[in-house]
């Protein structure tokens, strides 16, 4: 490995980290400080800062570095893998402690999200990973998020001491199949992943027992633990992918599932699809995420929204409206009768919609007028709600209701980032 500087380190180390979703970043327009004649302070571009959400709901900025890109793994759609020709880059345990105080000292960050590539062997990686954070928090009061990548193989004390310093740990699945894994991740294991996903959980639990407790016990990861899959880089279709997803909600507890569409990587393996999925196909899916988590649909109610022969969501409509649209006899809905299960399903209307029409019906009768109010697109919910003047006169079991309430296509913007 030639000798680099910290600063191109960075470069390579941050931009091989992008490939991880798992903690989301926000996006914005390019502005970079030493362009231009006049200069500036600050810049979007580069370098690894990213944004994500802490567990209280703030948005806050975090150094998203990997310790290196080596690895002795070799999954075909990592660009990180063995036989990959990408310039190398690792940082030291203490480069990594003095970037994180550096960039927070200067108000640059307020976390670190941390992950590598295996080096040598799962444990003598883990403890690096570990080293970092022990570092920061105990020998310099980082009080910071950290966020570290763990990994399935490593020994099960490393993760657990992972667990003490990170406010949230994880570990990708990688791929919806064992299949999957099996054709593009040889060296990986579902059951391996799962186990440590359960170890983890069960670490999770303890902590929370002994904190009711024992009100010092040390927390374990307190952010939760999260995961990711690729979509689009094995034929795993998205029920499959949502079935997979509901399963490691309800199983191991996670935090999040984050879903990222396979981007073709430069000298890609033969064995990897040419293009990448629409970007769109990745929205559905965090869509039908939501769908679960927070409108009580289950995973088999998603499944019902996708095409029966691909076994795919619609692209065109978001899947809450391909979920009623194949089930017109669930409605309509009465706005000042039904219950809070069923408001939910009424495509067009929210969680904070549905929790202000239950408020306000305590009081007065609600007319389309004030749901209209409530929604960005009243013809949306129209064919799905009975109000105190509007009734749908066989407006859902109409053959064209499709095309009525799907968005208008848009023109994209050719020249647009
Ligand atoms: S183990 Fe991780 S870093 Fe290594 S090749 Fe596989 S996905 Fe890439």
């Not at 690894?48 to 290196?68: F, M, N």
């Not at 894994?181 to 992943?193: G, M, Q, Y």
């Amino acid at each position: 490995m030639a000798w680099l500087d910290t600063r191109q380190k960075l470069e390579i180390l941050a931009d091989a980290a992008k490939y991880d979703a798992s903690c989301a970043s926000s996006g914005t327009a390019k502005r970079q400080s030493t362009r231009g004649a006049k200069g500036g302070i600050g810049s979007t571009e580069g370098m690894g800062i990213c944004h994500a959400y802490a567990p209280d709901g703030r948005c806050i900025s975090l150094l998203k570095i990997l310790l290196t890109n080596s690895c002795v793994f070799d999954c075909h759609y990592c660009i990180n893998r063995k036989s990959s020709n990408v310039r190398r880059a690792r940082f030291s345990v203490e480069e990594v402690v003095d970037l994180t105080l550096a960039f927070c000292r200067r108000n640059y960050i307020e976390g670190l999200f941390l992950s590598s590539g295996i080096i040598r062997s799962p444990d003598y990686t883990m403890e690096r990973l570990v080293a970092v954070a022990r570092s920061l928090r105990e020998d310099h009061g980082f009080r910071g998020y950290i966020h570290l990548k763990t990994i399935p193989d490593a020994d099960p004390d490393l993760i657990r001491e992972a667990g003490l310093h990170a406010d949230r740990i994880s570990i990708n699945v990688e791929l919806p199949t064992q299949a999957g894994l099996t054709r593009l991740a040889p060296e990986k294991s579902s059951a391996r992943i799962e186990g440590a996903m359960g170890r983890m959980q069960a670490e999770m639990i303890d902590s929370a027992d002994a904190r009711k407790r024992y009100r010092k016990a040390p927390r374990f990861a307190p952010g939760g633990q999260s995961t990711q899959m690729i979509v689009g880089a094995d034929a795993a279709n998205d029920r499959t992918i949502i079935d997979r997803a509901s399963s490691l909600y309800g199983r191991f507890g996670l935090r999040r599932v984050y879903y990222s569409a396979f981007s073709p990587i430069p000298a890609a393996s033969a064995v990897l699809p040419l293009s990448r999925p629409p970007l769109i196909r990745e929205h559905r899916l965090y869509q039908s995420d939501w769908l679960m988590r927070f409108y009580g649909f289950s995973a088999q109610d998603v499944g019902n929204a996708t095409d029966a022969d691909t076994g795919n969501l619609p692209l065109d409509i978001d899947p809450k409206l391909a979920w009623a649209l194949k089930h017109r006899d669930s409605f309509p809905v009465d706005v000042n009768r039904a219950p809070r299960t069923m408001l939910l399903r009424v495509p067009g209307l929210g969680v904070k919609a549905v929790n202000a029409i239950l408020h306000s019906r305590r009081w007065r009768s609600l007319r389309l007028e004030d749901v209209g109010r409530l929604t960005t697109s009243v013809a949306k919910v129209r064919p799905f709600l009975i109000a105190a003047d509007w009734r749908p006169v066989a407006l859902a079991d109409r053959a064209d209701l499709r095309p009525r309430v799907t968005p208008p296509p848009r023109q994209l913007d050719l020249f647009g980032a």
